[in-house]
């Protein structure tokens, strides 16, 4: 009878103290946890738990659209674009170069402007910049054009054109990005050829894909 109680008491302490032990049958103990949740042989005591999913799913990263680099080839370089004088002159414009020489000596695929007795023509299109960086004069090429035919009445007078200060901006023969400030504008002195003289500063870009 003694070991009877006795037994029972310490099943009841065992209880009491919130833990027993279970026998498997290979007579393996597995302890429990005091809450009640069983834990196996297999199952490491400080297994962390899954990391908590987040109630919504985040929006994946989007790739920032970037448009062409610019590689400064040369800046603010002197050019005088001088109009032929003489009945059928035309001085050609290289950008890329640059270079002002007559007509002929630079060839028609080279060629940005032709500077006539009587007219100002672009082969390639010009827009006006509002800035001097290479995207802004890039998008004042594109989206501000002026005409690819001037003729001297529409050089001179309040209503020109061109004026100083102008940013004249183009992608050249070569595909550079070219931007041509109007420094000073020299009215000609011939009642015959009115096609101005203009004192420019021409800076070019080469553009990086």
Do not use: H
């Not at 946890?33 to 109630?55: F, H, L, N, Y």
């Not at 674009?81 to 028609?108: Q, S, T, Y």
């Amino acid at each position: 009878m003694p070991l009877i109680v006795g037994a029972g008491v310490l099943a009841v302490a065992l209880i009491a103290g919130g833990s027993w032990y279970l026998t498997r049958e290979d007579g393996t103990g597995s302890k429990a946890v005091s809450d009640g949740k069983q834990r196996t042989a297999d199952q490491p005591k400080d297994a962390a738990a899954p990391a908590a999913q987040p109630s919504g799913s985040a929006a994946a990263p989007q790739a920032s659209a970037s448009g062409p680099a610019y590689t400064e080839v040369y800046k603010d370089k002197p050019v005088k674009l001088l109009a032929g004088r003489e009945f059928g002159k035309v001085n050609a414009v290289d950008l890329d170069f640059p270079k002002v020489a007559p007509f002929g000596d630079i060839g028609w695929k080279d060629r940005e402007l032709e500077m006539g007795f009587e007219d100002v023509k672009s082969s390639t299109a010009f827009g006006k910049s509002k800035g001097t960086t290479p995207e802004l004069c890039a998008a004042g090429a594109a989206t501000n054009p002026i005409p690819e035919r001037l003729p001297s009445s529409d050089l001179s007078g309040a209503d020109s054109a061109i004026v100083q200060g102008d940013l004249l901006c183009t992608v050249t023969s070569k595909g550079n990005l070219a931007m041509v400030k109007i420094v000073t504008i020299e009215p000609s002195s011939s009642k015959q050829y009115t096609v101005p003289t203009y004192l420019t500063e021409v800076t070019l870009w080469k553009r990086q894909p």
